[in-house]
């Protein structure tokens, strides 16, 4: 059984970076064609897919983040790190990895295991 679980702050102040991290159990993130992903869900709204790591180690990110968005991945923990720069008013969001063959798409059917959340506020 695959298991996904983010770890980090629930609380970060304005113009910080956000750190987050995604251990996963019951598989390797280099297995070939998977792409582990970070999705978060602000308050009210749907999901937003925000990068990726895929099995080669490529990064991938959204064009509306990418210039904030960093994602790092450590083979030997089996965990994969998203840094968000310069946090402001609308990134409080449920932030979850999740695991895919393929990246990009905000639809949750895309992706076939999930971490259960972590709530982000940004607050000074």
């Known amino acids: 059984q695959v298991q996904l679980q983010e770890s980090g702050p629930g609380l970060v102040k304005p113009s910080q970076t956000l750190s987050l991290t995604c251990t996963v159990s019951?598989?390797?993130?280099?297995?070939?064609?998977?792409?582990w992903s970070w999705i978060r869900q602000p308050p009210g709204k749907g999901l937003e897919w925000m990068g990726a790591?895929?099995?080669?180690?490529?990064?991938y990110y959204s064009p509306s983040l990418n210039r904030r968005t960093s994602i790092y991945r450590d083979t030997s923990k089996n965990q994969f790190t998203l840094k968000l720069n310069s946090v402001t008013p609308e990134d409080p969001a449920v932030y979850f990895c999740?695991?895919?063959?393929?990246?990009?798409?905000?639809?949750?059917?895309?992706?076939?295991?999930w971490g259960q959340g972590t709530q982000v506020t940004v607050s000074s």
């Open positions: 019951g598989d390797s993130i280099t297995t070939n064609y998977y792409y």
């Open positions: 999740a695991r895919g063959r393929s990246y990009g798409s905000p639809d949750r059917d895309e992706y076939d295991y």
């Open positions: 790591v895929g099995y080669s180690g490529k990064t």
